[in-house]
């Protein structure tokens, strides 16, 4: 027998087992300091948020979970039968919930105020469906009667309802007190699926905490089939003021409703239905709901014919003459079926596939003339630049006319009367709330020749000035990939143009218009022959080209930027001029110039080196942005892009560095790479060691982080994992003594507007607010640095996660103002501080320097890829040495 290991040592009875526990986090969300920023000029505000009372702080939701079945135990998927459900369930058997209220997500949670009766409910659910018998004719040819009627029938779930958890509403009064407590976002959220629940039962389309009307008064169409549709975002928020209601305008795209073939021929562009791509057509129209003229049903669209409604066969069961039995069954094609037997006259689709409403085993064919489209479905698909631009003009809002419709909206809204807000004591004003706001100081700008600049209501321009540090353009080339342009005229304007602000160009090396036989090739196979073109006629490569494209947005950038970067090494500038103008021109030569190396401006405090807390400690400014492809494609990787600031104590240069990660990733994970050989492949090593280069073999010993795109239930992982891999990243190269951090979370994707009191105007640029709507633990402000010319301005949410490096509320609200300033590529205070705006478009420039078209054919082939699946990501090409420290991405 083989020996027995020995029995486990005997635990002494006075000793307890230690419970490991996990690492804590190394960092947690700073509290807001105290004290608010006190610099600037006063300004009286008012902001689209409504002051929330309580009136029983101690109510208590109680969670449950649902779980909804059909009778075979398959789970029911579908917000709206599951809302269908409960409604049933409540209005059946009103004494199993004592006759309590209640919030349902429409999925998985329900809550109520006080507890039900018990811990677990079982019900059985009958919900009574239309439906359309199957078509069966008689022998004389006559329709079967039964046919043209909708009938019921039924259908049985099972549904059961579990306590899940206490959520208490005091929760929000303790951290309306500044108390870090756990539930506080589950009682908020409650709330929140109060207001959803509400918008639900007046049959709006929801899109997180936004609804939206079946209202054609609220549509806009913007092209290519897709509408506009203006709605209302509502959310409650903690503030220093107490709890709010911040209501706002809010607009989603949905397929344009009505006929089919009016949706396929405008959103194909052609004018007739014989120009319809069916293809295309089957992808676009999949998963769609519509209605049928014929019968009046709503159905989903699964697919389309093979064959033409005309050649389409199916099986058709008789009835004998009497109408009792089944008789044979016949072939026949949907358009005589629907003609002969329906007595529905077809007049154009014929020709045309069949749109499929059935199941993949079992089809359902319906002529296209027949079917409408539903409204408010949403259209989830990228926007073309034209569609963008339509959206952004048609649905912009001047300040007054925004405060309009909100007021109106919660006015007509009546959320007082909701009954379970009602049980909570919960009220809502109906004015917005006012609150002190601060304009700051703008900055002076330093340009050519040491003069001082100072800009007006947040703009200003070159007229009559030279760019700071203005560089030389000895060897350029021009190339036209656009027939209606004057590359000669171009040149000699630019040359113009360039001697006022400073720039001296040369007389270009060539011209070179495209050959008219490479426009029918795809965009790579023409810039392939353009290039040769270059080479056949320069011996050496030019020191920057200028490139003109038929339009913005062109196809041909990506793979032109793409060869002039990372093959060749070359500087370039693209341009679709609509016309040719100063101002036009030195806003190209202000992005030259910096692609060159030049300087367009500095902030006089750069230019002196007397930025506080930063001229004397080393200091690196990283700017960080994810792009993500389309929606609703999960195929296409996302593009991590970080610029880091260079030149030290300068704060206006930057050099990007950018990775490919897993789609729709938020979260950065190229900022260390740690390779098999001990070196370092990652993000920061790249910037650090540029840092260092130019900077006089200075290290860092402040890193100052704005992060972009990152929702509040990701603050903890940009704190505590992206900050520990840019440690690593710093300490990989050597360093023991750690650089301290200011880490800043950048948001424009919110819903809290800022309008004067007093005016109809926006709110003037370097608008600050640090107290009564922020939040009133967490440390964070608002700050509205451009000018709002046209629209309702938004401001930016700054949230500050760390603050190692103490900077003061004044200090650091300037100090971001001051890099609203610094963006190099126009002569306006952006919106949101240039590091961001940098990164945002280095990941966007580089991202299309790979095509995905092999990644594109395979998912349309196979459907929708899901994010669980094991998607590869490719490398993104690296730039050629001659450019990697430049700002290309200007």
Known sequence: MEDLPPPPPIVPPNVKPEVVALAPPKHSIMVRPRGSGTTGRRIQLSTNHF???????????????????????RPVEGMGLGRKLVDKLYQTYTSEFAGKKFAYDGEKALYTVGPLPRNKLEFTVVLEESFTKSNKIGKSGETDKRMKHCSNRSKTFNVEISYAAKIPLKSIALALQGAEVDNTQDALRVLDIILRQKAAKMGCLLVRQSFFHDDSRNFVEIGGGVTGVRGFHSSFRPTQGGMSLNMDVSTTMIVTPGPVIDFLLTNQGVREPRYIDWVKAKRMLKNMKITTRHRNMECKITGLSEKTCNNQLFNLKLRSGDGTSEGETVEITVYEYFVKHCGIELT????????????????????????????????????????????????RQKPLERIKSVTDALRNYRYDEDPVLAECGISIEKQLIQMDGRILETPKLKVGGSEDMMPFKGRWNFKGKSFLDPTSINSWLA???????????ISRELINVGKKTGIQIQRPKTLIEEDPRAERLGPVARVDKMFEQIQAKLQEPPEFILCVIPKKGSD????????TLVDFGIPTQCISPPKLSDPYLTNVLMKINTKLGGINSLLALEYSSRVPLINDTPTMILGMDVSHGSPGRSDIPSVA??????????????????RTQSPKVEM??????????????GIIRELLLDFYNTSKGRKPT??????????????????????????????????ENVPKFTLIIAQKNHHTKLFQANSPDNVPPGTVVDTKIVHPRIYDFYMCAQAGMIGTSRPAHYHVLLDEIGFSPDDLQNLIHSLSYVYQRSCTAISIVAPICYAHLAAAQVGQF??????????????????????????????????????FFC
Not at 57 to 65: G, I, K, W
Not at 367 to 385: D, G, N, W
Not at 644 to 657: D, E, F, K, T
């Open 850 to 887: 790979m095509k995905f078209e092999d990644l594109s054919e395979t998912s349309s082939a196979k459907g929708s890829v899901t994010i669980s699946e094991s998607i590869p990501v490719p490398e993104l090409p690296r730039l050629h040495r001659k450019v990697q420290g430049s700002m």
């Open 641 to 658: 892009a970080v610029v880091g600031s260079h030149s030290w104590p300068l704060i206006s240069r930057y050099r990007a560095a950018v």
């Open 51 to 73: 002051k929330v009372s309580v009136k029983n702080p101690d109510a208590v939701f109680y969670q449950y979970s649902v779980l909804i079945t059909y009778e075979d135990k």
């Open 556 to 563: 041909i950038y990506g793979p032109w930027k793409k060869k």
């Open 479 to 489: 190339v036209n990939f656009s027939g209606r342009c004057d590359l000669s005229q």
């Open 668 to 681: 950065i994970d190229g900022l260390y790479k740690p390779l098999p050989n001990g070196n370092d492949d």
């Open 702 to 735: 402040q890193i100052i982080v704005f992060r972009d795109g990152v929702s509040e239930s990701q603050f903890n992982q940009v704190l505590n994992i992206e900050l520990d891999q840019i440690v690593k990243a710093y300490q990989h190269l050597g360093e």
């Open 348 to 395: 154009y689709s014929q020709h045309m596939p069949c749109l499929d409403v059935g199941k993949p085993k079992r089809p359902t064919y319906v002529p296209v003339e027949l079917c409408s489209l539903v409204s408010l479905q949403r259209y989830t698909k990228a926007l073309s630049s034209q569609q963008r631009a339509s959206l952004v003009e048609k649905s």
